[in-house]
């Protein structure tokens, strides 16, 4: 069994900041990379940004530049720290973490941008 147990989301106003976290636990020997994923309604699940246990990162054009994800792997926590916000980054934000091929999720936590 894995658990990934995010926190962090909540309602910000444009331009403002947030700052996910995600910790993995249970059976997670061998987590490859983990990352965030969101799903904004009526629309499908979507790549915000991964990282690898190496470090490598992957970040999607629409956030780069005001998203860092960065993690720390002794404690296998991922983190998202979102910069100046705009109303179109409000989504459920979902963790994912890819270990030995097999992709798990958490729950989601909602961010919402609006004044």
């Known amino acids: 069994q894995v658990q990934l147990a995010e926190s962090g989301g909540g309602l910000v106003q444009p331009g403002g900041s947030l700052r996910l976290s995600c910790a993995a636990s249970g059976n997670i020997f061998g987590i490859y990379a983990m990352g965030w994923y969101r799903q904004a309604p009526g629309k499908q699940r979507e790549l915000v940004a991964t990282?690898?246990?190496?470090?490598?990162?992957n970040v999607d054009n629409s956030v780069k530049g005001r998203f860092t994800i960065s993690t720390i792997n002794a404690k296998n926590t991922v983190y998202l720290q979102m910069n100046s916000l705009k109303p179109e980054d409000t989504a459920v934000y979902y963790c994912?973490?890819?270990?030995?091929?097999?992709?798990?999720w958490g729950q989601g936590t909602q961010v919402t941008v609006s004044s």
């Open positions: 994912n973490a890819n270990i030995l091929g097999t992709n798990y």
């Open positions: 990282i690898t246990g190496g470090g490598t990162t």
